[in-house]
């Protein structure tokens, strides 16, 4: 189960295989971050042919206009499912990683939180107005005030909560289980840009 949620951020990209003109259009969600390996296997795809991006609104990512597009996408979204014949997904949802059981998001009322900078928590999870946010820049800093008490747990994603697991295994760490679901899904004819990103995914990205 937990394999099956791993997200995610949400991708999507769609690709004009035929297409032999030496510029590639690439279209970016307004709003999204695209995660880096992402963006660097299409470029290492496309290398040798000029890429123009542009940020469009997610109703206007489409294979009619751009050779691929990326952005994020909710599992219940139907933008994720039946467009195009070949795709490879990635799930991505919150986790907790403490010394006692997190796993609704109710049970961080009164607590301290810690998230890491990059992971934009208030996406996946509600935020409970009696719990203490804080913000870190790296997974040791958040495992030392674990440790300490400066803070009662961790919200992160499944690859964050892994690490913090192996450097510490007294920490629980568990899905929260109200937490929304984003898809991270590849969309293309080309198998070739399909396979290449699916090994990214495999690799554990």
């Given at each position: ?23 590639v259009k690439l279209a970016i969600e307004e709003g999204y971050d ?126 964050t909560a892994a690490e913090l697991k192996e450097a510490d295994s ?36």
């Amino acid at each position: 189960m937990k394999k099956m949620l791993l997200l995610l951020m949400g991708v999507m990209l769609v690709c004009g295989c035929g297409n032999k003109d030496n510029t590639v259009k690439l279209a970016i969600e307004e709003g999204y971050d695209c995660p880096k390996a992402v963006l660097e296997a299409l470029y290492d795809y496309y290398e040798g042919r000029e890429i123009t991006v542009t940020e469009v609104k997610q109703s206007d990512l489409t294979s009619d206009k751009y050779d691929a597009a990326a952005g994020g996408v909710n599992m219940t979204s139907s933008l994720g499912y039946g467009l195009w014949k070949s795709s490879v997904i990635k799930y991505e949802n919150a986790c907790a990683a403490g010394y006692d059981d997190y796993r609704f998001s109710d049970d961080f009322s009164g607590k301290r939180a810690g998230v890491p900078a990059e992971f934009n928590y208030s996406r996946y999870i509600t935020i409970v107005e009696g719990c203490e946010y804080t913000t870190y820049k790296n997974t040791e800093d958040i495992l030392s005030d674990l440790k300490a008490g400066a803070i009662d747990a961790a919200v992160c994603d499944t690859e964050t909560a892994a690490e913090l697991k192996e450097a510490d295994s007294s920490l629980r760490v568990n899905d929260i289980l109200e937490s929304n679901i984003y898809e991270y899904v590849v969309l293309s004819r080309d198998i070739d840009l399909i396979n290449s990103l699916d090994d990214i995914i495999g690799e554990g990205m």
